[in-house]
């Protein structure tokens, strides 16, 4: 679903955000990516979703280049960014009216969808209220819904269990697995291991821009020899390459 190869990019830098990484997730499965902060997750993200153009390398959604089929592409997937903090001013209801036609969802599906996405996600007696009077956690999930509405077969996420209350974690959470169980793809980034452990079929650790490990959480048990939980096993990945890659 998607396919990265030997893709770099630097902010200008001589260090790369992102350096010559392969990346497979396929259809059908719930994707972890995690890494510690500044690992280069939303920098392989922000290129997987054509916000930022790849140094060198490329990257196929679906069998498709985005830089030569960018709307094609871009309907084919919903996207969560890392900010939750967009169009302040607009009401809820009218920033998911916006997505709807943007993403040129029919009328009465996107009344259905809104409904039942506020209702999940209990945001459906606040539609009125202005997006600056929402909590983070009630703009993260604004951005969930609005991502959402035209039932995208791939989702991207970035971080977005960030401020979710137990009860939204959990609906999203079942929402994904729903999602690939039908078929479709979940792609997300995430620095809560506990979920990731639960949730993923097959995670993908990055540090300093480069891909440490890629497999499921029993692949990693295996390679490490042990029944470590995906916590032990993360912080042995990064404190290694850490020390490998930093002598002094
Ligand atoms: N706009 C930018 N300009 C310059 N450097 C940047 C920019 N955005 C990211 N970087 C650098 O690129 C590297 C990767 O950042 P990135 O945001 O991709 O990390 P991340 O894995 O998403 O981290 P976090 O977990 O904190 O969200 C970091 O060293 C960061 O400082
Ligand atoms: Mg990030």
């Known amino acids: 679903m998607i396919q990265m190869r030997k893709v770099s990019k630097s902010y200008g830098g001589a260090v790369k955000a992102v350096d010559s990484i392969d990346l497979d997730v396929r259809r059908g499965e719930i994707f972890g990516f995690l890494g510690p902060n500044g690992a280069g997750k939303t920098t392989s993200i922000k290129m997987i979703t054509g916000i930022l153009t790849p140094d060198s390398g490329d990257i196929l959604v679906n069998g498709r280049d985005i830089r030569k089929e960018a709307l094609a592409v871009k309907r084919s997937f919903g996207f969560v960014p890392d900010d939750p903090n967009i169009f302040p001013r607009l009401k809820a209801i009218e920033y998911l009216r916006f997505m ?26 606040a539609l009125t209220d202005r997006i600056q009077s929402y909590s983070h956690g009630m703009r993260q999930k604004l951005m969930i819904i609005g991502a959402l509405l035209h039932d995208p077969e791939l989702w991207i996420l970035d971080e977005p269990m ?53 497999g499921s959480i029993g692949d990693m048990q295996r390679q490490f020899r042990q029944d470590g939980s995906l916590e032990t096993m993360f912080l042995e990945l990064v404190n290694h390459s850490e020390t490998a890659g930093d002598p002094a």
Do not use: N, W
């Not at 792609?187 to 300093?208: N, Y």
């Open 100 to 125: 709807g036609d943007i993403y040129q969802v029919p009328t009465d599906r996107r009344r259905e969808r809104i409904q039942e996405l506020t209702e999940r996600f209990s945001l459906d007696e």
């Open 162 to 214: 960030t401020g979710l209350d137990p009860k939204s974690a959990f609906v999203l959470k079942e929402m994904m697995r729903t999602q690939a169980d039908s078929g479709k793809t979940v792609f997300f980034s995430t620095h809560v291991l506990d979920v990731a452990e639960k949730i993923c079929d097959r995670v993908a650790v990055i540090d300093r821009g480069r891909i440490l490990f890629c």
